[in-house]
């Protein structure tokens, strides 16, 4: 998962992108970067770390331009280190800039055709690396000196057609501006703002809404699934559907866990749909346990926090903060290792023991995913002195992986493949467990925007939209997913970067 932020401003953005980050960490937190553009001299800044430490003043002033893209980034599959951070660039044609979030599902079959047809070559294993030699050769094709906005949005037609899977996508193209485009079903997030000036309109293209207020932006609308946008560097704004069957079938886990409460997704309110996500998780605590002795309910921070406050409020019982966070622990369960993820989960949360003490404590989280955190945080509870710990997850449970985005792990590592609720609840160590129904998953977001139709939730369900994923992919996925390939890859890594001694220092470059 990732944050990506595209500006086209009045002046100097650098400053606007740093800050649209900041509102994006929480998204990425392995690595960022900035690219910006002035007088056709692109510059750009990027290491492994949050954006605070990759950036200083010395780098904000060289990064000049009154245009420029930017990324935050999770290492996926495990895959981290400098090489891999955002935005990637190649020189022909025009000089052009690519920050990605999403994953593409046909990346090994491109990736060939990239080497052999397109006679490109790709530096690295990241995906988006691909998407940016396609998008570069389809406008290559075109054979365009200055090529105008019909030429670009032909060149997005082509990417749609030749790639698969999740995408939403900023790119800065030198000497002409901006372009965006999100994937033909919607399935990663991508919104735009506007800010009125005197001297002109500024627009920022970003994948929550939460990074507009901070830089006096507001919503303009969602890009579509589909849809281009291209926004030269004097302001001048195009979009075009590129697609030939779009369908909005945005992620669902994006209200479940990833997005900030206060971003808007596709008119969706991330917020009000975690309170639905509480309501109904109360009604189905009231119809299967309506003699409950819960005394208190509990939110696991931060994502949970909502839906917990509507299951207290629901079923007549005190909301309490039993739970103190770590600010300064990353999110646990896309951590790569086991030991570490255990490790992070009792650096993250400590227990208020008085909160805890002699009482049957419902715990409620958004979601289980591996089972490491609310497995030692019903420990962690009971050691406060609980006398009953019962757990609820906001979300239904996740049994197969993400292949459109979410490094979320192989199959085989998700605590509820292949298990009974009752054989998870055993195995967390809950005195009883109790899941969202996927029905009111769907629903709590549906009421959002009754136009949204239908929702990417294969973690949920196993079904994945985009037709292509099969047996063979998802043995693919485990083989790079799994514990031990991710220890070997990240071993591999930071021996690699020790070997050539990056250091942010050296890390901004310029490119004429």
């Avoid at 490790?343 to 049957?360: A, C, D």
């Avoid at 992919?473 to 220890?487: E, F, G, P």
Wanted: proline content about 4%.
């Amino acid at each position: 998962m990732c944050g990506i932020v595209g500006i086209v401003g009045q002046e100097n953005v650098n400053l606007e992108l740093y800050d649209a980050l900041t509102m994006l960490q929480h998204r990425g937190q392995d690595a960022a970067g900035i690219m910006t553009c002035n007088d056709g001299r692109i510059s750009q800044q990027k290491a492994n770390g949050l954006a605070r430490d990759v950036f200083r003043s010395r780098h904000m002033q060289r990064l000049v331009g009154n245009y420029g893209i930017a990324h935050v980034r999770y290492p996926t599959a495990g895959n981290s280190g400098p090489a891999l951070a955002q935005p990637f660039y190649v020189n022909s044609p025009y000089g052009i800039g690519l920050a990605h979030n999403g994953n593409l599902t046909n990346t090994h079959e491109v990736n060939e055709h990239i080497y052999k047809t397109d006679l490109r070559h790709v530096n690295t294993d990241s995906d988006s690396e691909v998407l940016l030699n396609v998008f570069a050769h389809e406008l290559q094709k075109l054979n365009k000196l200055q090529p105008t906005a019909d030429d670009i949005f032909t060149a997005v037609s082509s990417v749609h057609e030749r790639v698969r899977g999740g995408y939403a996508v900023v790119a800065l193209i030198a000497n002409y501006g901006i372009v965006a485009f999100r994937d033909p079903n919607g399935i990663r997030p991508l919104a735009i703002g506007i800010r009125k000036g005197k001297k002109g309109d500024s627009y920022m293209v970003a994948s929550e809404s939460c990074a507009f207020s901070s830089n006096g932006y507001e919503l303009l609308r969602d890009v579509a699934p589909g849809e281009a946008l291209f926004i030269t560097k004097e302001g001048e704004f195009f979009s075009q559907q590129c697609a030939e069957n779009p369908c909005l079938t945005p992620c669902i886990f994006e209200h479940v866990y990833f997005a900030r409460p206060d971003s808007i997704i596709d008119g969706i309110s991330v917020y009000k749909s975690r309170l639905r996500q509480g309501e109904r998780l109360a009604a189905k605590i009231a119809r299967e346990r309506p003699d409950h002795d819960i005394h208190v309910v509990i939110p696991i921070p931060d994502s949970s926090r909502v839906a917990g406050q509507m299951v207290a409020q629901n079923l007549g019982v005190k909301f309490r903060e039993g739970l103190v966070k770590n600010r300064y622990i990353g999110r646990t369960f896309i951590m790569p290792g086991q030991q570490q993820r255990k490790k992070s989960v009792r650096q993250k949360l400590n227990t208020i023991e008085l909160e805890f003490k002699g009482k049957n404590v419902l715990l409620v989280d958004d979601s289980i995913v591996r089972g490491t955190t609310c497995q030692q945080i019903i420990q962690m509870a009971r050691e406060a002195g609980a006398a009953k710990v019962y757990f609820a997850s906001a979300s239904p449970a996740v049994k197969y992986p993400n292949v459109y985005g979410i490094d979320m792990p192989s199959a085989n590592e998700l605590i509820a493949h292949g298990r009974t609720d009752e054989e998870v609840c055993q195995e967390i160590g809950a005195d009883w467990l109790i899941y969202q129904d996927i029905d009111d998953l769907i629903a709590a977001s549906m009421d959002g925007n009754r136009e949204v139709k239908a929702f990417e939730s294969a973690v949920f369900t196993g079904e994945y939209i985009t037709g292509d994923v099969d047996d063979d992919y998802l043995n693919q996925l485990h083989a790079a997913r799994n514990d031990s390939a991710i220890s070997s890859k990240t071993r591999k890594s930071s021996d690699e970067d020790a070997l050539v001694g990056i250091h942010n220092e050296n890390d901004t470059t310029s490119f004429a």
